[in-house]
């Protein structure tokens, strides 16, 4: 018995001049979580594409519980259940007609269609809304009918692309626990995510991707084991010394800070304890005043930073990318 | 929580055969279809064109060219409503590749295309469903010229097969849009390129006036026209009952367009999806 869902070896997918995806290769255990971590365009969405036989590889191939997806395609589509990051539902069909039709596509009468409806719109909560025309949907609740609408026929391998791209807090810690059920319930699930803490809480292991290519790959343990022990997060009290902090920072510790986007916070690597000290002297001499000190494990924010020499959020706003963006033109920008 | 509900089917259970089969890949078409009717019922303003249109574009033509064409209104309504019922129903069908477009560009057309169903289903489906927009066209054509006093000599039988007739061929042309729905890059090209290539299709034909009446070298074009086939066909059915050779003409047209565009477009289509 083959015990990995996803094999994939040098997946290669271009688009004019642009090469989207530059030989990924990706091998999932059965009934685990995978997470592809990356920004904007990185790759993730024509990588998921791929493998959901919906875009044909230019390169390298990949197998689904060991069928090929260039020749095994329908056999493939029978295991997989893919939700994308636009909606994939019908916008004018409420959510029960959606949800019908395709229970029929897969083969289900009429009478088990509208059962496996009812049972999936109680499951994911839409019961109440099950009438309404999708149009009214909120964000989240057309996310939920989107994953019920992968779940009708049991997939055992469901594909989430950034399935909580766009939501508020509470509705992504929603959509986190139907996930982890889903896994509970044997399902294996591979999700991309340009949010690091997502990967972090979700995925039993992350590949780090960046224009195309896989730049790292493991648990998040490991990946976090890659940026040192522990990292130095000072908050500054005026954004007029961000400047001489910065070039004392890598003075002491070697090291360049980054800078968090509301400009008042360095966070930086930690080369041993005793630099922690050596710093804050150096601060007090110089003038800088800070309004806070703090000591934190690695997040997953620097990993990526080490990896790949550039912030996750440098290729665009990480968050409110729009549902509707179609990505298979998706571009890598430098 | 129901693990049942999100536990995953054994594997073995949920491995389908690699090809569809016949009555599945049928039965998939009809369920595409059941969809395009439902979006219909949910939106029922995109039945206009083949509802009001049909009444307005009737009493329009009428009125404006029977007095001038034929002497009077009356008179004119053999000649105007079989041609007004081609223009109309054959306009209808541009919608099947302007609707292919619009659903190709949404994110549900990648759900459908990630299900393990027949590729062919969601476009098999929209011709179909669209066939029930061509009967409605037809029968609010007919009913328009029935109350406006139009009196078919053919009888029932006579009125139900050239209503038959203009919707074979409207869904023969439905062809022709889907492929240009495939293979365009929005919905509005398909929109402007369709109604180019209809315009002078359903004008330059005998729907409106005597072909006598027209100059010699549109004669030979209005002539050969296909529509102008169809709407002869049409006429004589309705007004006498009788089947003339313009039946068998316009049925090889239909055919023919048929052979051509259905194989390009089902390739175009399955290239894409």
């Known amino acids: 018995m083959n015990t990995n869902a996803i094999e994939a070896q040098g997946l290669v997918k271009i688009f004019g001049d642009n090469r989207a995806v530059d030989g990924v290769d990706l091998t999932v255990r059965t009934g685990t979580v995978y997470g592809v971590l990356g920004p904007n365009g990185a790759g993730k969405t024509t990588t998921i594409r791929m493998l959901a036989t919906l875009l044909r590889p230019d390169g390298g191939e990949a197998r689904v519980f060991g069928h090929d997806i260039a020749r095994e395609g329908a056999a493939v589509r029978s295991l997989i259940g893919v939700t994308g990051q636009y909606a994939s539902v019908d916008e004018t069909l409420s959510a029960t007609e959606n949800l019908v039709v395709f229970g029929r596509l897969l083969g289900l009468s009429a009478r088990a269609a509208r059962a496996k409806s009812a049972e999936l719109l109680e499951e994911f909560s839409l019961t109440d809304a099950a009438r309404r025309p999708l149009r009214n949907y909120s964000g989240g609740m057309r996310r939920r009918l989107d994953l019920a609408a992968s779940l009708i026929a049991r997939p055992p391998l469901i594909f989430l692309d950034e399935p909580t791209t766009g939501l508020d807090p509470r509705t992504r810690n929603q959509m986190w626990d139907t996930i982890r059920r889903l896994v509970a319930g044997g399902s294996t699930v591979l999700l991309t995510t340009q949010y690091l803490d997502e990967a972090d809480q979700l995925a039993d292991r992350i590949a780090v991707i960046d224009r195309g290519t896989v730049v790292a790959e493991g648990t998040a343990d490991e990946l976090k084991s890659t940026v040192g022990a522990q990292s130095l997060q000072v908050g500054l009290a005026e954004a007029d010394d961000l400047g001489t902090a910065l070039s004392l920072v890598q003075q002491v510790f070697g090291a360049a800070g980054v800078v968090a986007p509301e400009g008042l916070r360095i966070t930086v690597p930690v080369p041993h304890a005793e630099a922690v000290a050596d710093l804050l002297v150096r601060f007090r001499d110089a003038g800088v005043s800070i309004d806070s000190v703090s000591l934190d494990k690695p997040s997953l924010d620097e990993v990526f930073l080490t990896l790949t020499g550039h912030a996750a959020s440098d290729d665009g706003p990480a968050v409110g990318s729009t549902e509707n963006t179609r990505n298979d033109t998706e571009k890598v920008t430098a | ?273």
Request: aromatic content about 10%; some cysteine; proline content about 5%.
């Open chain 2, 1 to 273: 929580m129901s693990t049942a509900t999100l536990a995953p089917a054994p594997h073995t259970a949920t491995i389908q055969p690699a090809r569809v089969g016949l009555a599945a890949t049928v039965s998939q078409s009809f369920t595409m279809a059941y969809r395009g009717l439902l979006k219909v019922r949910h939106t029922p303003e995109q039945l206009i064109d083949v509802t009001f249109q049909p009444i307005i574009f009737t009493l329009m033509f009428t009125y404006l060219f029977g007095g001038a064409v034929s002497g009077s209104v009356g008179a004119y309504l053999p000649l105007i409503i079989p041609g007004i019922l081609a223009q109309t129903v054959i306009t209808a069908s541009v919608v099947t590749g302007v609707q292919l477009r619009e659903d190709m560009d949404k994110g549900v057309f990648d759900r459908f295309r990630s299900l393990p169903i027949a590729r062919i289903a969601p476009l098999a489906g929209a011709l179909l469903a669209d066939t029930v927009r061509y009967v409605v066209a037809t029968t609010i054509t007919f009913l328009t010229g029935l109350v406006m006093g139009w009196r078919p000599g053919g009888g029932f039988g006579g009125v139900v097969l050239a209503g038959l007739l203009v919707i074979v061929c409207a869904w023969a042309l439905s062809w022709i849009f889907a492929y240009i729905g495939v293979i365009a890059r929005s919905a509005t090209f398909v929109q402007g390129v369709s109604f180019m290539v209809l315009f002078p299709l359903t004008f330059l034909s005998n729907a409106f006036v005597e072909v006598d009446t027209l100059p010699g070298w549109m004669q030979a074009f209005v002539n050969v026209n296909p529509v102008s086939h169809l709407v002869s066909a049409v006429r004589t059915l309705a007004n006498e009952g009788l089947v003339t050779a313009d039946v068998g003409w316009t049925l090889l047209s239909a055919a023919v367009v048929v052979v051509i565009f259905a194989p390009i477009a089902v390739r175009a289509y399955l290239r894409k999806a």
